[in-house]
């Protein structure tokens, strides 16, 4: 067993210091087991055992309780916020002891000052030069905060500000943003639903905040270009048409190739395919009506 695994209770504060630290301390008491934390996983990052093990306190301990405070930004946390931290808990795989660790953490980040900004700082510190965790970390904080729907003025305030704290990139952090609610739209929430209209009145408040970072796109796109951008025609059905999107949004979105260390030139080419392949197939959307 590695040495995390015989750490317990308060001494995690002098482990890893910090309001991090404490809160683990506070959080872990009597329910962590043999188990440790080596059921937080950082696969395929390529960490030594003892780098791993901190990281591993650092990515856990961070995630739950800022998670728990973005959630009660806009004053109540609803079933469906609490069910997606149970199900980024369960793709840690982590046991019983550590959801109900987990649970505390989240319950620690909805009380009244809470140190977020501390919080993001010593997690920034922990993870610095590994731009990857801080990616998946800020994915899995806007995906639990939209779990309820588009995200309120409270909670994108406080995204943001992770982001800036974080020396995360506002426009990967939109980039993100885009990713997971395309998702949402393909998982449950179809045309005609209260969720789908307030998805694309919230896609079109936003979209200005895309052209902040790259230059604007001049004009509508025609129908007939729209269908070749999706390499399609018109004749293709509706079930044909939002499986070409989201294959090409998947190849090209740069969210994916950041993660996989891509030139900034070609993040940038991806960007702009990316805006050209939303772009047509919202109108092909509306010109549908689907």
Request: net charge positive; glycine share 8%; with cysteine.
């Amino acid at each position: 067993m590695s040495w995390l695994g015989k750490v317990v209770g308060g001494a995690f504060g002098f482990v890893m210091g910090g309001p991090i630290g404490a809160a683990l301390g506070a959080a872990l008491g009597h329910q962590f087991d043999e188990h440790g934390l080596d059921q937080v996983r950082l696969d395929g990052d390529g960490f030594d055992s003892d780098e791993a093990q901190r990281l591993q306190m650092a990515f856990f301990g961070a995630t739950f309780q800022v998670m728990g405070h973005i959630a009660k930004a806009d004053g109540r946390i609803s079933e469906a916020e609490i069910n997606a931290a149970r199900r980024i808990m369960n793709r840690m795989m982590l046991p019983d002891s550590l959801r109900k660790t987990a649970m505390r953490l989240y319950n620690d980040g909805k009380r009244l000052g809470f140190p977020f900004d501390e919080v993001a700082g010593q997690f920034l510190a922990e993870c610095r030069g590994h731009p990857q965790l801080v990616r998946r970390f800020i994915s899995l904080q806007t995906e639990a905060a939209l779990a309820d729907g588009p995200l309120q003025t409270t909670e994108e305030t406080l995204l943001l500000r992770l982001c800036d704290r974080l020396h995360f990139s506002r426009y990967e952090f939109y980039g993100i943003r885009t990713r997971l609610e395309a998702e949402r739209r393909f998982s449950g929430f179809g045309p005609g639903t209260q969720q789908h209209q307030h998805h694309r009145q919230q896609h079109d408040t936003y979209q200005h905040q895309w052209r902040r970072y790259e230059p604007p796109r001049p004009r509508e796109t025609p129908l007939n270009e729209a269908y070749g951008t999706l390499k399609l025609t018109s004749s293709a059905t509706d079930s044909e048409i939002k499986r070409a999107y989201r294959k090409l949004i998947s190849q090209h979105h740069p969210d994916k190739l950041s993660a996989q260390g891509v030139s900034p030139e070609r993040m940038q080419k991806a960007t702009e395919q990316t805006q050209k392949i939303q772009k047509a197939y919202d109108a092909i959307c509306r010109a549908r009506k689907i």
